[in-house]
């Protein structure tokens, strides 16, 4: 009790000697397991040792191996992109040659076309040579032409000189013929009028003797006054006088060349009662 008053266990019995030996033996067969145990775990920490140390020894060289492949994929990295950066660069560089390449093939199409152009245009001029070469061995014949055009421009030069001269010839012949007209017609108005006046004196002659012929007769109340007596008019026929026949006159006014003094007629139609008083001046002119 006292000790249980002062916080104490109760003090046990002491166990049986055969307890304890048993006790004994079970902690000396529990002591011998666990130094199997140890031994066993003393071997496997040296087996797990040499394996840690291979296994370090792994992951050093792995390590290593690590460093030198990212070392070398590094390399490989920095030579990949200095590749992309220089392949960038020659596709800017082949960007540039496909601009120039289609530029090339404008060119290239403009030139064809070019080309047809000239091809064409040496096509004419290749048969505007054959033409010329025709023409050139046509080049005797049409100087022969030639020759024979120039000869007949000779022949008509001389013959338009030869009618220049009959021309000129024919031209004073007729301006020889013109003044003589001209004279002719001057002598023509002469001869009217002469014989306008012969004419005068004709009828007051034939006047005078009628009127002797009434007072011969005993017609004395006509004599005073003739006129009133029936004498109505000329007892000579109106072609008496025989005006003369207008001569041929040409466009411009003058008689026509060739006609000369026979485009003038006689001074009448013809013969009637007074026609022997015809003027033979007018048959002198012919």
Not at 163 to 182: D, P, V
């Amino acid at each position: 009790m006292r000790e249980s008053q002062y916080g104490m266990p109760p003090r046990q019995i002491p166990p049986h000697p055969a307890i304890l030996e048993d006790h004994l033996a079970a902690q000396h067969a529990e002591i011998q397991r666990f130094l199997l145990d140890n031994q066993r775990f003393s071997a496997t920490h040296v087996a797990l040792k040499e394996e840690l140390e291979v296994t370090q020894f792994d992951l050093h060289r792995t390590d290593q191996y690590a460093r030198a492949l990212y070392d070398e994929t590094g390399m490989q990295i920095r030579e990949l992109h200095e590749k992309s950066a220089k392949m960038e660069m020659d596709l800017q560089a082949v960007e540039v040659m496909r601009v120039e390449l289609m530029r090339v093939r404008a060119d290239i199409k403009g030139l064809n076309g070019e080309k047809q152009a000239l091809t064409t245009e040496i096509q004419g001029m290749t048969q505007d040579l054959t033409r010329m070469n025709e023409d050139l061995q046509k080049t005797p014949a049409i100087k022969a032409e030639i020759e024979n055009l120039r000869q007949e421009l000779q022949r008509s030069r001389a013959a338009i000189e030869n009618e220049k001269k009959g021309y000129a010839a024919n031209y004073e012949h007729g301006q020889l013929m013109q003044k003589n007209f001209l004279s002719m017609s001057r002598e023509l108005e002469k001869l009217r009028a002469e014989m306008a006046n012969a004419e005068k004196k004709a009828r007051a002659a034939a006047a005078a003797a009628a009127a002797n012929q009434a007072a011969a007769a005993g017609y004395g109340t006509n004599y005073a006054n003739p006129e009133t007596s029936g004498y109505a008019g000329n007892y000579y026929p109106a072609a008496y006088g025989m005006n003369p026949v207008n001569p041929v006159h040409s466009a411009n006014g003058l008689p026509q060349a060739g006609a000369g003094a026979e485009g003038y007629s006689q001074y009448g139609p013809g013969p009637t009662a007074w026609g022997a008083y015809n003027m033979p001046q007018a048959q002198g002119h012919r």
